[in-house]
């Protein structure tokens, strides 16, 4: 099977009409199980009858058990992709951020160390005329 295929059988669309077939189903067993039983069958096929409906009836069930459990891991499943996407966002929001500080602290610090020098350079010239006065 080619690639697209699988991806195309693993993905949410996938699942949901899966999903609705198994609820289609379901219905359809439900559907037959609740159909009267016809008079004119004798004492064993009656129980045949009964003791079909009752599996369909079950069978239906079962699948919309399934079919639920599928659903609410296909919804959980949704839910964890889009709190990963938004933490994503939320980290690159502060990736973006956090840059930005960074970018600022340099360009204090720049700024510290350019008056810095010059307050030195000051220093240094008062200090030198205070020397050559004495």
């Known amino acids: 099977m080619n690639r697209i295929g699988r991806t195309a059988r693993n993905g949410p669309a996938y699942a949901k009409d899966k ?62 992709t889009a709190r990963s996407e938004q933490m994503d966002a939320v980290n690159k929001s502060y990736s973006i951020k956090y840059l930005a500080l960074q970018q600022r602290m340099q360009q204090d610090n720049r700024q510290f160390t350019l008056i810095s020098n010059i307050m030195k350079v000051k220093h240094d010239t008062a200090k030198s005329a205070i020397n050559n006065i004495r």
């Open 19 to 80: 999903i609705m077939m198994l609820r289609r189903t379901s219905l359809n067993f439900r559907t037959i199980a609740a159909e009267p039983i016809p008079k004119n069958l004798g004492k064993k096929e009656r129980e045949k009858e009964i003791e079909y409906s009752g599996w369909l009836t079950k069978a239906g069930k079962d699948l919309d058990d399934l079919a639920d459990r599928w659903e609410a891991e296909l919804l959980e499943s949704i839910r964890r």
